[in-house]
Antibody
Framework: EVQLLESGGGLVQPGGSLRLSCAASGFMFSSYAMTWVRQAPGKGLEWVSGISNSGGSTYYADSVKGRFTISRDNSKNTLSLQMNSLRAGDTAVYYC?????????????WGQGTLVTVSS | DIQMTQSPSSLSASVGDRVTITCRASQGISNYLAWYQQKPGKVPNLLIYGAYTLQSGVPSRFSGSGSGTDFTLTISSLQPEDVATYYCQRYNSAPFTFGPGTKVDIK
């Protein structure tokens, strides 16, 4: 069974940094692309960032480009999202999701999410 | 960037009704289109990928169609457990934008 467990969320001041992690199990992590999607309170889904199975290709939404960095450690089955220069608009539940194959595509498994709150 | 729109933004239908949701891309995306269901308080669930391929385990009352810029998600016979918000997502090229969502409830 695919399991994705996010961690690292919390309250951070504007301009601050946070690092999210996603521990994956139940599948061959190194074979699949991974994605971060966020959802602001009461709002819709927003695609944030994606990374290929090897980590060689990364993609970002314009809203986070230059501030967020996605990475993965295939030896530890872990996906990460380094978030810098955080703004109030980054407040959301952040979901880690598994893509259907090695390059970014649709997501067939999702974690439960971790809440990031950016506020002074 | 390619923008995604959905219509309607919300709908109310009776149990057993046929429900159709439309998703439109501002440029052609071939069939790189997925549909997700998000029930209240739950995480999203993949229903359809490749515009019309049903994800394993998804009831057959869900179907998808379309190619290029115009796509539809159809629920052939609405059930109480289908109350949810439905999102389309393109994945032809980054950024892999979601549509704004369509909220479906029971009349």
């Amino acid at each position: 069974e695919v399991q994705l467990l996010e961690s690292g969320g919390g309250l951070v001041q504007p301009g601050g940094s946070l690092r999210l992690s996603c521990a994956a199990s139940g599948f061959m992590f190194s074979s699949y692309a991974m994605t971060w999607v966020r959802q602001a309170p009461g709002k819709g889904l927003e695609w944030v960032s994606g990374i290929s199975n090897s980590g060689g290709s990364t993609y970002y939404a314009d809203s986070v480009k230059g501030r967020f960095t996605i990475s993965r450690d295939n030896s530890k089955n872990t996906l990460s999202l380094q978030m810098n220069s955080l703004r109030a608009g980054d407040t959301a539940v952040y979901y880690c999701a598994k893509d259907r194959w090695g390059h970014s595509s649709s997501c067939d498994s999702w974690g439960q999410g971790t809440l990031v709150t950016v506020s002074s | 960037d390619i923008q995604m729109t959905q219509s309607p933004s919300s709908l109310s239908a009776s149990v057993g009704d046929r429900v159709t949701i439309t998703c439109r891309a501002s440029q052609g995306i071939s069939n790189y289109l997925a549909w997700y269901q998000q029930k209240p308080g739950k995480v999203p669930n993949l229903l359809i990928y490749g515009a019309y391929t049903l994800q394993s385990g998804v009831p057959s009352r869900f179907s998808g169609s379309g190619s290029g810029t115009d796509f539809t998600l159809t629920i052939s016979s609405l059930q109480p457990e289908d109350v949810a918000t439905y999102y389309c997502q393109r994945y032809n090229s980054a950024p892999f934008t979601f549509g704004p969502g369509t909220k479906v409830d029971i009349k």
